[in-house]
């Protein structure tokens, strides 16, 4: 009897799919059974998983991994995207994801289509022939052991990230009023933070009010924070708003949406294999999730997910 490869049971074994109902408000909840049947074309088993917790989530996602699934596909958005990403990086096994949610940053920086069934369609013929392609993810590891995460797209560590860690505080009000009530809290105490930065060894201090570090080039739901990002260069993009105060940065966050801010004099930006970061009191966030407290090393791995695409 023959023995079965890793690449004999990529091409075999059964589609682990993790949904998450709640992305983008629930508005593709009813799609599911379509995508499920959708992803079926391509004629292997399709095992929902169960979770119902962001960490249930992530912790079934490794456990399908271990188990030997030929493949894995996350519908949601980034943060189910992220969640599944910590389970495949760095593996064989091919992943695919399905945007579903309100930021589907990740997936439409690597060409998949907005519409979910689309998308689902793409994976379905890639599993069908075999088909998937390398792409870089970026590797954070925190101070003194503090442990590791995978990102696809953006890491947040400025104002952006203090927003965001300031909102999930609150317990009142739900919803987009709670982030633009956060936002205003953190614009009236808005102040420079003084930044290390090591790229690829060399150091760099600076003040700056937004810093980010793009394997891809959008977070935030298509904001470009950066827009030259390429996910298959072994690079990473890093992009740091200096002294602005209340009034410029409200002038240059809109031009974000379209990657245009990178011309501003205030903005400043890099590119580098690793990225050192060191500041005070900031949480960063990757892929719009919460993830390890500065300072943090960031690394570029080329390669590190096969898409379905």
């Given at each position: 009897?023959?023995?079965?490869?890793?690449?004999?049971?990529?091409?075999?074994?059964?589609?682990?799919?993790?949904?998450?109902?709640?992305?983008?408000?629930?508005?593709?909840?009813?799609?599911?059974?379509?995508l499920l049947a959708r992803l079926a074309d391509a004629g292997r088993p399709v095992r929902l998983l169960t979770a119902g917790t962001p960490g249930e989530a992530e912790a079934a996602?490794?456990?399908?991994?271990?188990?030997?699934?030929?493949?894995?596909?996350?519908?949601?958005?980034?943060?189910?995207?992220?969640?599944?990403?910590?389970?495949?990086?760095?593996?064989?096994?091919?992943?695919?994801?399905?945007?579903?949610?309100?930021?589907?940053?990740?997936?439409?920086?690597?060409?998949?289509?907005?519409?979910?069934?689309?998308?689902?369609?793409?994976?379905?013929?890639?599993?069908?022939?075999?088909?998937?392609?390398?792409?870089?993810?970026?590797?954070?590891?925190?101070?003194?052991?503090?442990?590791?995460?995978?990102?696809?797209?953006?890491?947040?560590?400025?104002?952006?990230?203090?927003?965001?860690?300031?909102?999930?505080?609150?317990?009142?009000?739900?919803?987009?009023?709670?982030?633009?009530?956060?936002?205003?809290?953190?614009?009236?105490?808005?102040?420079?933070?003084?930044?290390?930065?090591?790229?690829?060894?060399?150091?760099?201090?600076?003040?700056?009010?937004?810093?980010?570090?793009?394997?891809?080039?959008?977070?935030?739901?298509?904001?470009?924070?950066?827009?030259?990002?390429?996910?298959?260069?072994?690079?990473?993009?890093?992009?740091?708003?200096?002294?602005?105060?209340?009034?410029?940065?409200?002038?240059?966050?809109?031009?974000?949406?379209?990657?245009?801010?990178?011309?501003?004099?205030?903005?400043?930006?890099?590119?580098?294999?690793?990225?050192?970061?060191?500041?005070?009191?900031?949480?960063?966030?990757?892929?719009?999730?919460?993830?390890?407290?500065?300072?943090?090393?960031?690394?570029?791995?080329?390669?590190?997910?096969?898409?379905?695409?």
């Open positions: 009897m023959l023995a079965v490869t890793a690449a004999d049971h990529r091409s075999t074994g059964p589609v682990a799919v993790l949904a998450n109902p709640t992305a983008g408000q629930g508005r593709h909840r009813e799609l599911l059974p379509r996602c490794h456990a399908a991994v271990a188990a030997g699934v030929g493949a894995l596909v996350a519908v949601g958005g980034d943060g189910t995207v992220h969640r599944a990403l910590q389970a495949v990086a760095g593996t064989t096994v091919p992943f695919g994801p399905v945007p579903a949610g309100t930021g589907n940053d990740f997936a439409a920086d690597t060409g998949f289509p907005t519409d979910p069934l689309a998308a689902a369609g793409v994976i379905a013929e890639a599993l069908r022939t075999g088909r998937d392609h390398p792409v870089d993810l970026a590797r954070m590891t925190g101070a003194a052991g503090g442990g590791h995460r995978w990102y696809g797209a953006v890491l947040a560590a400025g104002f952006d990230a203090v927003v965001n860690e300031r909102a999930n505080r609150m317990r009142w009000p739900r919803g987009r009023l709670r982030y633009d009530l956060a936002i205003l809290a953190e614009l009236a105490r808005l102040r420079p933070r003084r930044y290390t930065l090591r790229l690829d060894g060399v150091a760099h201090t600076l003040e700056a009010v937004l810093v980010a570090v793009g394997n891809g080039a959008s977070y935030g739901g298509g904001m470009r924070i950066c827009p030259d990002a390429d996910l298959t260069d072994g690079l990473l993009d890093v992009v740091v708003g200096g002294r602005f105060d209340r009034r410029t940065l409200l002038r240059v966050k809109p031009r974000i949406h379209t990657g245009t801010h990178l011309t501003h004099p205030l903005v400043r930006r890099y590119r580098a294999r690793t990225v050192e970061l060191v500041a005070e009191g900031i949480t960063t966030y990757a892929d719009g999730e919460r993830a390890l407290p500065l300072p943090v090393r960031i690394s570029a791995v080329p390669g590190a997910v096969r898409l379905l695409r």
